[in-house]
């Protein structure tokens, strides 16, 4: 048997005994630096998801209120503008089914969202409706939809956008 073998491992056990508690308190620390460092991650993670929702305020009445004079030029430019006031639009093409568009912002007025009249008779008879989704601003659902919907994503049968669409 090798004597300096059993000296080195002997003296390792007795600086182990000596230290040992320094060293369980380091490793103590560690664990807890780590735990600390995920629980300002998971913050720091909730806190972006919390910034996406769409809180919003209601700029109308703050101008009408705070700036009178602002709020009356910019109505009379939305009066002005072609389409200003409306939020649903029939797109015609001939010889192509006419399509849909329902143009919103995300804002706190859940009338732009209600699906009623023209709107809702539109949706009824739509063949595909597209819809745009918050969560295609959070990349990893974003990658995990377009895996899971590949057929509604992408093109399957070789062809690309450009294919599809003509010179005009």
């Known amino acids: 048997m090798n004597p ?12 182990a005994d000596r230290h040992g508690e320094r060293l369980l308190a380091a490793a103590a620390g560690l664990m ?10 998971l913050a720091q993670a909730v806190s972006a998801q919390a910034g996406m929702a769409c809180g919003g305020s209601d700029l109308v009445a703050r101008y009408q209120s705070e700036e009178p004079e602002t709020y009356a030029r910019l109505a009379a430019e939305a009066a002005a503008e072609v389409n200003g006031g409306h939020v649903f639009w029939r797109l015609e093409k ?14 706190s007025d859940v009338r732009i969202a209600r699906l009623e009249g023209a709107r809702l008779a539109a949706f009824n008879a739509a063949d595909t409706v597209i ?9 990893e659902k974003a990658a995990a939809a377009m895996l899971q919907y590949r057929n509604l994503t992408l093109y399957t049968d070789g062809t690309t956008l450009a294919d599809r669409l003509d010179a005009r």
């Open 4 to 15: 300096f073998a059993t000296r080195s491992k002997s003296a390792f056990i007795a600086l």
């Open 32 to 41: 807890a630096l780590f735990f600390i460092s995920f629980l300002w991650v």
């Open 94 to 107: 001939d010889g192509v089914q006419p399509s849909y568009l329902l143009g919103t912002m995300h804002m």
């Open 131 to 139: 819809v745009e989704s918050v969560e295609a601003l959070i990349e």
